[in-house]
């Protein structure tokens, strides 16, 4: 059980690295928050899952963003 915990969390840890790793190399600021902004809205949403919520809105777009053709978010700066 410990050494499936050990890979479990180290199988964590280059998640998280790879995440940071990408994050840092968006130089666009705009970019940056969307991306927080949508990390945030799928944290609350597993966490409204979690809690036994199961109505949040997957596909719903960021606040202040609307929906392409494509199907992908929109807002000022384009899709």
Not at 4 to 18: N, P, V, Y
Not at 32 to 56: N, P, T
Not at 57 to 68: E, F, I, K, Q, Y
Request: with cysteine.
């Amino acid at each position: 059980m410990a050494m499936e915990d050990g890979i479990e969390s180290d199988m964590w840890r280059r998640e998280e690295l790879r995440l940071i790793k990408t994050f840092i190399g968006i130089t666009d600021p705009r970019k940056r928050q969307r991306i927080l902004e949508l990390a945030e809205q799928l944290a609350d949403e597993a966490s409204s899952d979690a809690a036994g919520h199961g109505f949040a809105a997957t596909d719903a777009p960021l606040a202040g963003a609307s929906v392409g053709a494509s199907g992908s978010a929109c807002d000022e700066t384009g899709c």
